[in-house]
């Protein structure tokens, strides 16, 4: 089965918002409200952002948010930081013999 | 604290086998399901495999069904990868993972990753 497919790239400038795309099928994505976002700063341990399609894990900044539209889930980060530069990842129940998939992963620049 | 600490890792020969480790503190380890993802150099975040609380349920990426085998021993709040018949694509950090979900949705905790390269 095929990974989500996210963005290779994305930038913007500090205090401006950005949005993240991933994009699956009826078979995951458009089919459970089960996706997640990870940031993951290299050498670091990858970090729960999102899950649920839009529930933040306590402890993470409002600044983040999900949403989802048929197949396409949607990462938003606002007024953004500096720290906000990493890569980011999406993942999805999926109906398949494998129960999670994830996104090829999205490297965002903070300009 | 709750953490995540992975070890094991290191340089093997393709065609040889290698077993992960990864130590839970901090909670209840017996409680919450478990993961290991990879991530190749230069590449992303990729699911290896699950293991269900009581380790009852188990499940691999097709990339290494037959190959590898997650295990768990909740006495000793530990997660195992067994990795038999290596290959040069297995070359990667190997992180554990935390479950908190009970739909493969909410990996809330993460090791540091423990390094596994394999040469040909």
């Known amino acids: ?111 | 604290e709750v953490q995540l600490v992975e070890s094991g890792g290191g340089l093997v020969q393709s065609g040889g086998s290698l077993r992960l480790s990864c130590e839970a503190s901090g909670f209840t380890f017996r409680s919450y399901s478990m993961n290991w993802v990879r991530q190749a150099p230069g590449k992303g975040l990729e699911w290896v495999s699950y293991i269900s609380v009581s380790g009852s349920i188990t499940y691999y990426a097709d990339s290494v069904k037959g190959r590898f085998i997650i295990s768990r021993d909740d006495a000793k709040n530990s997660l195992y990868l067994q990795m038999n018949s290596l290959r040069a694509e297995d070359t990667a950090v190997y992180y554990c993972a935390r479950d908190s979900g009970y739909h493969y949705d909410r990996f809330d905790c993460w090791g540091q990753g423990t390094l596994v390269t394999v040469s040909s």
């Open chain 1, 1 to 111: 089965q095929s990974g989500l497919t996210q963005p290779a790239s994305v930038s913007g400038s500090p205090g401006q918002s950005i949005t993240i795309s991933c994009i699956g099928t009826t078979s995951d994505v458009g089919g459970y409200n089960y996706v997640s976002w990870y940031q993951h700063h290299p050498g670091k341990a990858p970090k729960l952002m999102i899950y649920e399609v839009n529930n933040r894990p306590s402890g993470v900044s409002n600044r983040f948010s999900g949403s989802k539209s048929g197949n396409t889930a949607s990462l938003t980060i606002s007024r953004l930081q500096a720290e906000d530069e990493a890569n980011y990842y999406c993942t999805s129940y999926t109906r398949s013999n494998t129960p999670v998939i994830f996104g090829g992963g999205t490297k965002l620049t903070v300009l």
